[in-house]
Each structure stands twice: as structure tokens, then as C-alpha cells.
């Protein structure tokens, strides 16, 4: 008698918690889809340069990557670019998706951002589409006054002294070829643009300074926990994997277990067609022998409009002497 006195309170107690549950789940994918991906955080990194030249001290490179497309409302990342007064702006790829014909977005996106030294791009594997033009992109780069590296490099010179600006075609789809985008380099410092982190093993016995990639969004989407729960993973693995394949956007589920790959966030729910070893260059700083490599999370999303965790960035990277 006793418990069936209790059975309304615990059925109460369930429905609650279902309730509650439900809200929450609710409110995170309403966040995820509706205000995470309209912010643009602004990481500042003061970074040493071995062999800068005191002259190119404070030097200032604001990278921003993996547009693919995304519009922002009243010019707001145009605004929040030219506010921090970039010496170099560096775009590492994938500013088109394979689903966006748009070359005047280049254009009206680029055009307006102000740069003392200038921007510079270089492609990632969505400029690769099928759909994409490449002659229509560079017509659109060169109106919007932005130099493309791809397998090239560049002199910036400033009270003459100078460092190089390197930039390879996308890793990730094999374009790259680091040897011809090195030639005519001398042994100041070297910035490398590339739109994957794939470039990295490449880049650290070239002795680069510095890697700037983009290319993984710094997994888009992540649930806390989820590699405790490894079923759930292969359940959702077997899925996710799938529907991106039908969709062909270049988003795939994190295929091999935590625990093998050892993700440095091990919630991610998706990777990026990474090549096997690259797994875990998913975002933020990494250093490989004398070589640091930045992976920036990127501005817009693809395969869906959703961001949990890993908020749209620009990166402000400040040069100082070793």
C-alpha cells in the first residue's frame, strides 16, 4: 500500500525530469542553430618569431577562414575586421561551399576589409566543387584587391627589413606543393597560409615560423561526454556518416574511437575528411618540432547550420622577437 501511496509522486518526479530534459534539448538546438552561429569570437595571440627582425615587432595578421558563404547581417564582420586594424589579413580557404554559386559574394564580403600590407587567400577543398568556376574565383579575388597564393609566396617589406608570406593550394585535396611555393624564399621568417592543418608534417621540416589552416571548424558541433558513451557514438557514427556522404558537403562523424585517436576534444561529433594522423589538429595552437601551427574553427558552417561549443573566430595573431 505504501508504494502505491509513493507511485504518483514518482511518476510526478519522472515526468518532471522528462520535462525538464526536454526543454533543455529544446534550448541547446535552438542555441545551436540560432545564436551561436551568429557570433564571431576574436582570439588575440601574441606569437615568437625566432628570427624577426625588430623592425616587424607588433606586426599584426588577422586570419579569418571557412566563410562558405555565410552572410552577416549591417556588414558586421566587415566592421569587426577593419576595427582591429589589420597589417596583413590572411583567408585560409573555403570561403565559397560547393553549394553557393556566388562569385560577387568574394567581392562584397573582401572588398570593403582594410589591410596595411593587404589580404591574401589561398583555396581549400570547397573551392574545388564541381560547380565552382576557378578562373570566375580569381576574377572575384582580384576584384576584391586580395592576392591568391596557391603554391606561391609573397615579400612583405617594412623599414627594410621583410618576412615571407608562403601560401600552398588545399592539402586536403592534394593541390599542395610547399617546394614550389618556397622558391625564391631567403631565410627571414616564414608564414605559411594553408587551408588544411594536413600541411603541418611538410611545414616543420621546412622550417616554417608559423601555419595558419582553417578547414576543420573546430568540429562544428560537440556534446560533452559523448566519447563515454561510445555505443551512442558508433549508433550515431553509422548515421551521420551516411547522410553527409548524401549530401557530399565534406563533413563525416569522427570514424575512429577517442581512445585510439586520442582527440585533444574527444565530444566532437564530426571531422572533416582528415587524412589519417592529422585527427587530432581540430583547433587552437600546435607546435611540431620548431614549427607552430594555428587551426582557426572558421566563420561559417556546412552540411548544417548549426554550431554547439565552437563558436565562429577571428584570429589576431601579434609577431614578437624570440
Not at 525538464?20 to 569570437?41: K, Q, T, W
Not at 592576392?147 to 593541390?175: A, C
Amino acid at each position: 500500500m505504501a508504494f502505491f501511496k509513493f507511485l504518483p509522486k514518482l511518476i510526478s518526479y519522472v515526468l518532471l525530469i522528462a520535462l525538464i530534459s526536454i526543454i533543455a534539448v529544446i534550448s541547446l538546438v535552438y542555441y545551436g542553430f540560432r545564436i551561436e552561429p551568429g557570433f564571431i569570437a576574436v582570439n588575440r595571440i601574441s606569437v615568437r618569431i625566432k628570427n624577426l627582425p625588430n623592425e616587424l615587432e607588433g606586426l599584426k595578421i588577422v586570419q579569418v577562414s571557412d566563410l562558405h558563404g555565410k552572410e552577416f547581417s549591417e556588414d558586421k564582420l566587415i566592421k569587426k575586421l577593419n576595427d582591429l586594424k589589420p597589417d596583413i589579413v590572411a583567408i585560409t580557404g573555403d570561403t565559397l561551399d560547393n553549394s553557393i554559386i556566388d562569385y560577387d559574394y568574394i567581392v562584397r564580403t573582401l572588398r570593403p576589409v582594410q589591410s596595411k600590407f593587404g589580404k591574401f587567400f589561398v583555396y581549400g577543398n570547397n573551392e574545388f566543387g564541381r560547380k565552382l568556376s576557378r578562373t570566375e574565383m580569381d576574377r572575384a579575388y582580384s576584384k576584391a584587391e586580395v592576392t591568391v597564393l596557391n603554391n606561391s609566396n609573397y615579400r612583405i617589406n617594412y623599414k627594410g627589413q621583410h618576412l615571407w608570406l608562403i601560401g600552398v593550394d588545399d592539402p586536403n585535396t592534394n593541390h599542395d606543393s610547399l617546394d614550389k611555393a618556397l622558391k625564391g624564399t631567403d631565410k627571414g621568417p616564414k608564414i605559411l597560409l594553408s587551408h588544411s592543418p594536413e600541411i603541418i608534417s611538410q611545414a616543420s621540416k621546412a622550417d616554417i615560423d608559423l601555419v595558419l589552416a582553417g578547414h576543420t571548424h573546430g568540429g562544428q558541433i560537440k556534446i560533452p561526454g559523448l566519447s563515454q558513451h561510445q555505443e551512442l557514438q558508433t549508433w550515431l557514427n553509422r548515421i551521420l556518416s551516411k547522410a553527409a556522404r548524401l549530401y557530399n558537403r565534406g563533413m563525416e562523424y569522427v570514424h575512429k574511437q577517442p581512445s585510439t585517436v586520442k582527440l585533444p576534444q574527444a565530444e566532437l561529433m564530426f571531422s572533416f575528411n582528415m587524412k589519417p594522423g592529422y585527427e587530432v589538429y581540430i583547433s587552437g595552437m600546435f607546435k611540431v618540432a620548431n614549427t607552430l601551427m594555428y587551426v582557426n574553427r572558421g566563420l561559417g558552417e556546412t552540411w548544417v547550420d548549426m554550431r554547439l561549443f565552437s563558436p565562429p573566430e577571428i584570429t589576431v595573431f601579434e609577431l614578437t622577437v624570440e
